[in-house]
């Protein structure tokens, strides 16, 4: 992953790619251990080289609920590094990851001296605000089926490849994931899962799940409204 794959430095010169690139420090962190814990002082934002992570957030009955899958060149904890905050997400490693890093003061500075990181800064923002918004009405207003097809459409769309059977999520992701993300239980997403793989919608295996109807998917997604 190059930094200017990065939606934030977009629009950055090469001069600018540099100056960025050279203020950054690199992290490295294991599967299973994590950038940074929910309710630690926020202190730098983070990009994602290489690997996968995943931003956690835990309920006030102790649940944890995947707010988002960052894959290369996603930010993390952007929001918490530009405020007076403690991070309001833990961000765990799935697979091996490393990340280029930047303190407050140093991307605080960086937006001063490029404003165009400014600028991409509040729309990633906004995007990221905008889909916990639809997050929260699906939660509320859609059936368990609808929530898991309009996830699985997400995700094939952040990181979906061709198959030879349809298209395949390239991240490992399990069925207790998919339940996290979607406000549910492990057994309603297995039961679910099982019955559209009965019907040749999707293949599922261990850590793996594949599209094989683009169009059955969608349609769960679109029509399956709460009467």
Not at 68 to 76: A, E, N, R, S, W
Not at 168 to 197: C, F, H, N
Request: include cysteine.
């Amino acid at each position: 992953m190059q930094l200017a794959d990065c939606f934030l430095f977009n629009g950055l010169s090469d001069d600018g790619l540099m100056a960025v690139c050279q203020s950054a420090k690199i992290r490295k962190v294991k599967a299973g251990e994590f950038f940074f814990h929910e309710g630690e002082p926020a202190e730098s934002f983070f990009v994602l080289l290489s690997g996968l992570a995943r931003l956690l957030q835990t309920t006030p009955d102790g649940k944890q609920v995947i707010i988002h899958l960052c894959t290369p060149g996603h930010g993390m904890a952007l929001i918490a590094a530009l405020s007076p905050i403690n991070n309001p997400t833990s961000a765990e490693a799935i697979k091996d990851s490393t990340a280029y890093v930047w303190d407050k003061q140093t991307i605080r500075q960086l937006m001063e001296q490029y404003p165009i990181i400014a600028i991409n800064g509040m729309e990633l923002i906004a995007k990221r605000f905008h889909e916990v918004q639809d997050r929260y009405r699906e939660m509320a207003t859609e059936r368990v089926e609808q929530r898991v097809a309009r996830t699985l459409l997400r995700l094939a769309e952040q990181d979906g490849v061709e198959s030879a059977s349809g298209i395949k999520i390239d991240m490992p992701l399990t069925r207790q994931d998919i339940a996290q993300m979607t406000g549910t239980t492990l057994y309603t997403v297995s039961r679910i899962l099982s019955k559209w793989e009965q019907v040749k919608l999707v293949n599922t295996g261990r850590q793996s799940i594949e599209i094989v109807s683009l169009h059955g998917i969608t349609v769960i997604a679109k029509q399956l409204k709460v009467k």
